[in-house]
C-alpha cells in the first residue's frame, strides 16, 4: 500500500491535485496541480492516521510497555519511539509504514554538525549546549529530529496535541484541527497557480531554522546571532552572582538573540555588568536591589 492509498482509505481528501517533487533549492516539496487561492483547503487529513501520544499508547504492542514507563517519556520521546518501532517492524504495520520510509533519512540539523563544522558560526555556542542535553545515539537523534521538526501544535480545549501529519508534513501549511471530527485541514495562505510549489511558512524565524529543520534561508533579513554567556562556578563571587542573575530574571546559562535591529540588547548589558562587577560594586547593587522604586531589573541596564 503506498502513503496516498492509505489516506485515502481513511478519507484523507486533496491528494488528486497534489505531487510530490524535488526541488534543486529546497529538497523534496509539493507541488499543486491547480490554481489555489489564499484561505482554500487543499488538504484533509483524518485523525487516525496522525502520529499522536495517543496513537502510541493505544498501540497494541508498543502501548502497554509506554503506559508501564514510570516517569512517562515526555511528547517528542513517545512519538520519537514510536517512529523507531514502526521503522524497525517487518511485519503488522504495512499502513503507517509508507510514511516512514519516506521520512528524510539523514539528520540535517546542527547538533549533528562537528565542531570543525560549526567553528565560527553563529550557531556553535546554543548548538554546544544542546548537544550536552541530548547525547543519544543516532537513530535516536534522528527520530527526535523528525519530531521536533514536522510536528505541529493544536490547542484544543484540554490538552496540547502535539501530532505529525503524514503527507501534510511535506508541504507548506496553515493547519487546523477539528477536534470534533478528528480531522486536520490544511489552508494556503498565498496564491499559487497550476503548478507551483507550496512553500512552507515559517514565518520571520532567523537561520537558526538550521538547528531545528537543518536548512538555511539565504539572506534571510530575520538572521541573528546567538550569543551565549555562561559564568563558572569557580568564577569569583559566584553565589552573589547568580543571586543578582536570578533577581534581575536572568539564567547564569543564557543565550542572547543579537539581531540586525537590536544588535546589543539590554539584557546582554545586564549579564556583563553582573558578571564583570567586582566585590565592592556587588555589595552596593545588592544593598540597593530591593529598595528603590524602580525595579531591578530595569535599574540593572
Ligand atoms: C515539514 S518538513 C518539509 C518536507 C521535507 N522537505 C521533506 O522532504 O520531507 C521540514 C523539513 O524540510 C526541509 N526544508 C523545509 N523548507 C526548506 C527550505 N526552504 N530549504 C531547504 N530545506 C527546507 C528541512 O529539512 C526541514 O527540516
Not at 85 to 95: G, S, V, W
Not at 262 to 267: A, G, Q
Amino acid at each position: 500500500m503506498t502513503l496516498q492509498e492509505w489516506l485515502e482509505k481513511n478519507g484523507a481528501k486533496g491528494l488528486d491535485h497534489l505531487v510530490l517533487e524535488e526541488f534543486p533549492e529546497t529538497g523534496r516539496g509539493i507541488t499543486t496541480l491547480r490554481a489555489l487561492k489564499a484561505g482554500d483547503e487543499i488538504l484533509t487529513i483524518p485523525g487516525a492516521v496522525l502520529w499522536t501520544v495517543d496513537a502510541a499508547n493505544t498501540d497494541p504492542l508498543l502501548g502497554p510497555i509506554l503506559r508501564s514507563l514510570d516517569p512517562s517519556l515526555s511528547v517528542e520521546e513517545t512519538l520519537a519511539v514510536f517512529f523507531i518501532f514502526i521503522k524497525a517492524r517487518d511485519t503488522e504495520y504495512e499502513e503507517r509504514k509508507p510514511h516512514v520510509e519516506v521520512l528524510p533519512p539523514h539528520y540535517t540539523a546542527t547538533n549533528f554538525f562537528d565542531d570543525d563544522e560549526l567553528a565560527g558560526s553563529s550557531l556553535y555556542g546554543v548548538t554546544k549546549q544542546l548537544k550536552q542535553q541530548i547525547k543519544s545515539e543516532y537513530m535516536y537523534s534522528w527520530a527526535l529530529w523528525i519530531v521536533c521538526s514536522r510536528a505541529m501544535d493544536f490547542k484544543l480545549p484540554e490538552k496540547r496535541l502535539r501530532s505529525i501529519a503524514p503527507f501534510a508534513d511535506m508541504l507548506n501549511h496553515s493547519h487546523v484541527y477539528d477536534q470534533r471530527t478528528r480531522i486536520l485541514r490544511v489552508l494556503v495562505d498565498n496564491d499559487y497557480k497550476a503548478g507551483d510549489q507550496v512553500f512552507i511558512k515559517y514565518g520571520p524565524v532567523p537561520n537558526r531554522l538550521l538547528r531545528l529543520y537543518g536548512f538555511v534561508l539565504p539572506n534571510n533579513p530575520h538572521d541573528s546571532y546567538e550569543l551565549v554567556l555562561t559564568t563558572h562556578h569557580l568564577a569569583p563571587l559566584y553565589d552573589k552572582k547568580v543571586a543578582l542573575f536570578i533577581a534581575a530574571k536572568l539564567d547564569v546559562n543564557s543565550a542572547f538573540s543579537l539581531t540586525f535591529t537590536e544588535l546589543l540588547p539590554d539584557k546582554v548589558l545586564q549579564y556583563l555588568r553582573i558578571q564583570r562587577s567586582t566585590s565592592q560594586e556587588l555589595t552596593t547593587i545588592l544593598a540597593t536591589a530591593n529598595t528603590a522604586s524602580k525595579p531591578f531589573a530595569a535599574r540593572m541596564r
